[in-house]
T-cell receptor, first 111, second 112 residues
């Protein structure tokens, strides 16, 4: 089965700093999804990547999928307290839309 | 507004009792899913349904049951056979064909 490893597991940054979260797969990724979760709530969809080398941005968040399609990164520029939460990557299992998820990265942004 | 509604937000049960978690969506999505999230861990798939009156086991289906009698509804029953039922349960839905999952706000179940 596909395993997704996220790093780091947790991250504390000063407001205004940039940060990167990584998601590494043991198998080729055919669809990679990034979600954000506030503590005790549901997941909010951020971005989906499908092609090797693809890069997408939304506001101050940029996600990339490497050419080999086995690693994705999520980069936040000039972090703000509103960026705090848990970031999860999810990969298409290849049969329907079922996703397998990484363990999540807990981000805290200190004002 | 379209969305997914999970109820209740918090649920407390005694060990040995079955409990049903509600999930309703008005997004006209064909597929629905149940995930379980434990502290410090990612999500694990319990059951999924891609069409009414059909559903499939996910990675951790033991001790759970579901039904899909209507397109809008996908209730999850946590049975007494589930050995560690205390967890945060998330319901999701999607169109078919590689579209993102939309999640509800979850139900936190505590069994004592």
């Amino acid at each position: 089965s596909q395993e997704l490893e996220q790093s780091p597991q947790s991250l504390i940054v000063q407001e205004g700093k940039n940060l990167t979260i990584n998601c590494t797969s043991s198998k080729t990724l055919y669809g990679l999804y990034w979600y954000k979760q506030k503590y005790g709530e549901g997941l909010i969809f951020l971005m989906m990547l499908q092609k090797g080398g693809e890069e997408k941005s939304h506001e101050k968040i940029t996600a990339k999928l490497d050419e080999k399609k086995q690693q994705s990164s999520l980069h936040i520029t000039a972090s703000q307290p509103s960026h705090a939460g848990i970031y999860l990557c999810g990969a298409d299992k290849g049969a329907g839309n079922m996703l397998t998820f990484g363990g999540g990265t807990r981000l805290m942004v200190k004002p | 507004d379209g969305g997914i509604t999970q109820s209740p937000k918090y649920l407390f049960r005694k060990e040995g009792q079955n409990v049903t978690l509600s999930c309703e969506q008005n997004l006209n999505h064909d597929a629905m899913y149940w995930y379980r999230q434990d502290p410090g861990q990612g999500l694990r798939l319990i059951y999924y349904s891609q069409i009414v009156n059909d559903f499939q086991k996910g990675d951790i289906a033991e001790g759970y049951s579901v039904s899909r009698e209507k397109k809008e509804s996908f209730p999850l029953t946590v049975t007494s056979a589930q050995k560690n039922p205390t967890a945060f349960y998330l319901c999701a839905s999607s169109m078919t064909g590689g579209s993102p999952l939309h999640f509800g706000n979850g139900t936190r179940l505590t069994v004592t």
